[in-house]
């Protein structure tokens, strides 16, 4: 199997295959799996290496004596500024994917590096927000900002600087006014965004989100997802988003990388072609529902 | 209790972020816990009056003294010893909460390092384990005349039934509390970069404060159940002692008066680790 299929083997005529770009990035290869879907190639800043590189990556989880393969071969490569969506049904194996990024789960063969340097343990360059907020109940939203900082025991900056730091950041997240609230006093979206500012306090070289709205009522989940792409575009993160949501994953992501089952893998990334910025709106639009359709095929397609 | 409704409610109208306004909510809730202790006044009052009444109509002294005579006894024996070569009341209540205090520190302390323990070491949880859960539901009192026959009549065997009484609810509460701090709270400190130790410390001991504190809570609720028992079976001094004395002598007013002291320094005490709760655990505020 080839590194990155970024074909899918769906509807529509095969498309000039992914001859070139090899292990060092999804590049600007892809076929138009649908009529009138036009093919935009990723965003290519930072050339050489991507940012973050997985390269045959295996899992094997042993319980009770018996082994479990959840990963097999699994390769991901994501460009400094990209935002890229891991897609795919419930216990495939993205979430562990993501903790395997994050550090906080081993791995048994390939290798994980992350803006150079090979994946070791976990570590603050790579900021993680799971699906429950997290937050530290006893803690203000000020204070669960400056946990990293303070947790680090960063001293490049005074007590002052660092506290005006994390209130710039609480009001980027919209938070403006509650950094001396509780988390039990926010709304749940409210704790989303205060994990958010946590994380981003750290300055991480990428963002890894775990199902993060998951839990949220559509609404409120909406409304994040209008956050996340302001946010987004404002700051160009690098983001790995796992999600089990064809919409969330076309709507947000510039990569849609569709995961397999048992031992899973990645089977198809597929490049959406829709610009930025994106609002709500695009959901409605031609090449979203174009987009949505190749992906839906890929994912039950096989 | 109130304040888990509060939390609920917050989460659910996420429609209405914009207009949440937590100050507002804060005194809104300082404005109802106002209001509830102004009921649980008029509470006591009540039950003040009942008594009052049914003390009037029945009028036998040595049945069920008024709530004047007893409030009158009250404040002659708190500095006058009974019996008379004995200790004032002041001393019995100091001497009965010093052998608490005492029994209850040891106990919660030794309870918090043996949770944690088997929080820690799977071998010891299973090890320790069933003996926590032979010997919980056995009443501490049942060891008195064990503990007599071990330490005399001092002060060491009434400590002592403190300690056996606290130890097993402490060991129960910490490791309950331990077990239940999420594992992701965990893994989210150490994606922010605290190391291991650091984790530990602010996030795994931190998050379980609130369920043993609430732990010591009951811990302290039995503590005087076992410490009157003792003091009334093996003991010239405590509270015990006082009520089982006046008992003997038919002085009902001062009964009341060793029973009220207890409720007082049982709601005092009990006050000071609600303290401790509201700082731990800032939803309870």
């Known amino acids: ?302 | 209790m109130l304040s888990v409704l509060v939390e609920d409610r917050s989460g659910d109208i996420d429609d209405a972020e914009d207009q949440l306004d937590f100050t507002a909510e804060r005194r809104a809730r300082r404005r109802r816990r106002a209001r509830h202790l102004a009921m649980s006044a008029a509470g006591l009052a009540l039950a003040a009056a009942l008594w009052e009444i049914a003390a009037l109509i029945i009028n036998d002294a040595t049945f069920l003294p008024t709530v004047q005579a007893t409030v009158s006894t009250f404040f002659q024996y708190i500095g006058q010893p009974y019996p008379t070569e004995s200790d004032p009341l002041w001393q019995d209540v100091l001497v009965s909460t010093e052998r608490i205090l005492i029994g209850f520190s040891i106990g919660s302390a030794a309870g918090v390092a043996i949770g944690s323990l088997m929080h820690a070491v799977r071998p010891v949880r299973y090890l320790v384990d069933p003996i926590i859960e032979v010997t919980r539901p056995l009443p501490p009192l049942a060891f008195i005349p064990l503990f007599i026959e071990w330490f005399g009549i001092g002060e060491m065997p009434k400590v002592v039934l403190i300690f056996v009484g606290v130890l097993p609810i402490m060991v129960i509460a910490t490791l309950a509390a331990l077990d239940s701090v999420p594992m992701e709270l965990e893994l989210c400190a150490r994606t922010l970069g605290a190391s291991r130790r650091y984790t530990l410390s602010h996030v795994q001991v931190r998050a379980a404060i609130p369920g043993i504190v609430t732990g010591m809570r009951i811990a302290m609720a039995g503590s005087w159940t076992s410490i009157v028992a003792a003091e009334m079976i093996a003991a010239t001094s405590g509270v015990g002692y006082l009520i089982l004395q006046a008992g003997n002598y038919l002085r009902t007013s001062l009964v009341f008066c060793g029973i009220i002291s207890i409720g007082i320094m049982g709601l005092l005490l009990d006050a000071c680790l609600r303290l401790l709760l509201r700082w731990a655990d800032p939803a309870r505020r």
């Open chain 1, 1 to 302: 199997m080839q590194s990155l299929v970024t074909a899918p083997s769906g509807p529509g005529p095969s498309g000039p295959g992914p001859s070139g770009p090899g292990p060092s990035g999804p590049g600007p290869s892809g076929p138009g799996p649908e009529a009138g879907v036009e093919v935009r190639p990723g965003p290519e800043l930072g050339p050489g290496a991507p940012l973050v590189s997985v390269q045959g990556v295996a899992k094997v989880f042993r319980r009770h004596g018996r082994a479990i393969k959840a990963l097999a071969d699994v390769n991901l490569s994501v460009n400094e500024g990209e935002f890229v969506c891991l897609l795919g049904p419930s216990g495939c194996g993205k979430s562990t994917l993501l903790n395997i990024i994050a550090g906080i789960l081993p791995y048994e063969d390939g290798r994980v590096v992350v803006n150079g340097a090979p994946v070791r343990g976990p570590g603050p360059d790579r900021g993680m927000l799971f699906q429950s907020p997290m937050l530290f109940s006893w803690l203000t939203t000020r204070d669960n900002v400056l946990f990293g900082p303070r947790a680090r025991h960063q001293r490049d900056l005074s007590r002052a600087q660092l506290r005006q730091q994390a209130d710039v950041i609480i009001e980027t997240v919209g938070l403006a006014g509650f950094a001396d609230a509780y988390p039990h006093e926010l709304s749940g979206g409210m704790r989303h965004r205060a994990a958010f500012a946590r994380a981003l306090i750290n300055h991480p070289a990428v963002l890894l989100m775990d199902e993060p709205f998951g839990a949220l009522d559509s609404l409120t989940r909406s409304r994040m997802h209008e956050f996340l792409l302001e946010l987004w575009g404002a700051h160009r993160m690098t983001i790995i988003f796992v999600t089990h949501d064809i919409d969330e994953a076309v709507l947000l992501g510039d990569r849609v990388c569709v995961m397999g089952n048992r031992p899973a893998s990645v089977v198809a990334e597929i490049d959406v072609p829709l610009g930025r910025p994106r609002h709500y709106e695009d959901l409605e639009t031609e090449t979203f529902l174009a987009t949505k359709r190749t992906v839906r095929a890929v994912l039950h397609g096989r």
